[in-house]
Nanobody, 116 residues
Framework: VQLQASGGGLVQAGKSLRLSCATSGLTLTSFRMGWYRQAPGKQRDFVATITSAGTTNYDDSVKGRFTISRDNAKNIVYLQMNNLKPEDTTVYYC???????????WGQGTQVTVSS
């Protein structure tokens, strides 16, 4: 199983980025997909999740600015990030969770840096 995150980079505050998580080796429709972020020395924090049925959930800090979506046919999950703020700067991780069997996968992180 692989989760390959990409799309991070350096942008100015107010700009947008779209993160992608390309998956392989799993049946995407069986998993709840999510994005989390983690600053150095801190715990990994929830950003957004999307169920196989398309139900989304967001942390309050990103509501109205970030949108999570999934393309089950392409096995890709996206995080559209608009109106980025300097406090969004950190490493973002893709997650795949299947409650049946408590299966949990993480991808490598992608760095997002927002300059003021």
């Amino acid at each position: 199983v692989q989760l390959q995150a990409s799309g991070g980079g350096l942008v100015q505050a107010g700009k947008s980025l779209r993160l992608s998580c390309a998956t392989s080796g799993l049946t995407l429709t069986s998993f709840r997909m999510g994005w989390y972020r983690q600053a150095p020395g801190k715990q990994r924090d929830f950003v957004a999740t999307i169920t196989s049925a398309g139900t989304t959930n967001y942390d309050d800090s990103v509501k109205g600015r970030f949108t999570i979506s999934r393309d089950n046919a392409k096995n890709i999950v996206y995080l559209q990030m608009n109106n980025l703020k300097p406090e969004d700067t950190t490493v973002y991780y893709c997650n795949a969770l299947r409650y049946l069997g408590n299966v949990n996968y993480w991808g490598q992180g992608t760095q997002v840096t927002v300059s003021s």
